[in-house]
Nanobody, 126 residues
Framework: QVQLVESGGGLVQAGGSLRLSCAASGGTFHYYDMGWFRQAPGKEREFVAAIKWNGDNTYYADFVRGRFTISRDNAKNTVSLQMNSLKPEDTAVFYC???????????????????WGRGTQVTVSS
């Protein structure tokens, strides 16, 4: 099973940008579709974005479409989330996730993904 480690979180002012990265190990990276989820205090974990194993298809939650961009580098076993125009309501712990490629698209449910990182905190101040 692939292991995932997120990085790149931090504190940023509203309107600013952050780039999250997720490093994968212990598996064949291009066998996996990848996703990002987030969980705000007191709320359930929710889908943010997903990218297919070969990078040729992406999908975003409505609340981030146009502001966030998911990408991957299969040569480096990494997936990234570029976050622009951040809002205070984007404050959350962001999690990287992996699922075996294939199956339905887009994979938006927590149960679609079998591997998870520990998360990285993103705080957006107003």
């Amino acid at each position: 099973q692939v292991q995932l480690v997120e990085s790149g979180g931090g504190l940023v002012q509203a309107g600013g940008s952050l780039r999250l990265s997720c490093a994968a190990s212990g598996g064949t990276f291009h066998y996996y579709d990848m996703g990002w989820f987030r969980q705000a205090p007191g709320k359930e974990r929710e889908f943010v974005a997903a990218i297919k194993w070969n990078g040729d298809n992406t999908y975003y939650a409505d609340f981030v479409r146009g502001r966030f961009t998911i990408s991957r580098d299969n040569a480096k076993n990494t997936v990234s989330l570029q976050m622009n125009s951040l809002k205070p309501e984007d404050t959350a712990v962001f999690y990287c996730s992996a699922k075996s490629r294939g199956g339905g698209w887009p994979p938006m449910r927590l149960t679609d993904f079998g591997s998870w990182g520990r998360g990285t905190q993103v705080t957006v101040s107003s």
